[in-house]
């Protein structure tokens, strides 16, 4: 058997088709064999961090390497859901926030939570926020609480106000 790597699409399709997998195993008819399959997933997953970890404390001797590796998207996944990843949380969610197109500031970040301003709103806001989540969610799944404040809109460049005072038009109007 030879082995031939995934490209990342390929990858994710790949995690996506496993959570849809074990998420499924609960509406299995057969209760006790969906259980026993949930089990042995658990125990393969163990072991399988276990080897990691194992090779993480072989490569603490060479942090580039290991720094590398955790940069591979699957490969960093994989050391995120053993709580291997050789970056702390801090830097996991400043490079996600930096990562978005709009990057928002970081008002507190604690062990699991995480405080954020936006600007702007408006249409698009909802889509954004959940895009914000997300990134956060990938690059640092131990924080699970992200609130998210709205900063005001800019001034406009022309008060609204000022559009609607003195209407009269130049000459007296219509009636004039």
Do not use: K, N
């Amino acid at each position: 058997m030879s082995w031939e790597p995934w490209d990342d699409p390929h990858a994710r399709r790949q995690v996506a088709l496993a959570e849809e997998r074990l998420s499924g195993l609960d509406a299995l008819p057969d209760g006790l064999a969906a259980a026993r399959a949930g089990q042995t997933v658990e125990t393969l997953v163990g072991l399988y961090g276990q080897c990691l970890g194992r090779i993480t404390a072989h490569l603490a001797g060479h942090p580039d390497l290991l720094a590398g590796l955790a940069a591979d998207e699957l490969v960093g996944h994989l050391l995120l859901v053993h709580d291997l990843h050789p970056d702390p949380v801090e830097t996991r969610v400043r490079q996600a926030l930096a990562a978005l197109p709009e990057p928002p500031e970081i008002l507190e970040l604690t062990g699991t939570a995480l405080r954020v301003r936006v600007t702007g709103g408006g249409c698009g806001a909802a889509g954004a926020e959940q895009a914000l989540r997300d990134a956060v969610a990938a690059r640092a799944p131990e924080i699970d609480d992200v609130r998210v404040e709205t900063a005001g809109p800019a001034e406009p460049l022309i008060p609204v106000d000022s559009l609607f005072r003195d209407r009269t038009p130049v000459g007296g109007g219509a009636c004039g």
